[in-house]
């Protein structure tokens, strides 16, 4: 084995080292995008839920998931305060304008955070077309030169 070949060998083991640590890198962003994705549907859902709820005292029939699929006919009054979970465990009662507001601005963080992910897959999926291209041109390179060799 000579010398080039021991260096292209080399250079392959560190492009496929690469290759497999920006694949795990990726497979992360991709889970941490479907995680903020379903974050923001849930804010969306909270911010329509709120929006039609009364703001009196009126009455809304309403069906109350148990788990498992189980839910229980319940009825929900019109509340002009809520309950908004702040972080661990932490609970604090907002009027109904400050919880839409605090809603909102979740829902802008979040989209902005899914844009920031978005943008570093892109990258992320750039960099390993990149070393895919440099691992096939080494392979074709190769490839070319024992086919050289062998017509000689």
Known sequence: MSGQDRSQEQELQTLAYSVRILRDYLSDLVSRETLV?????????ALEAIESLPSGDAEVPCMMPLGGGVSVPATVRGSSMYLVAIGAGVFMKKGRDETVAFLDRKLKELESALREVA??????????????????????????????????
């Open 119 to 152: 943008e570093q897959r892109r990258r992320v999926e750039e960099e390993l077309a990149k070393l895919e291209d440099r691992i096939n041109a080494i392979y074709g390179a190769a490839g070319a030169g024992s086919a050289r060799c062998s017509a000689s």
């Open 37 to 45: 994705s379903r974050l923001i549907a849930d804010h969306k859902a």
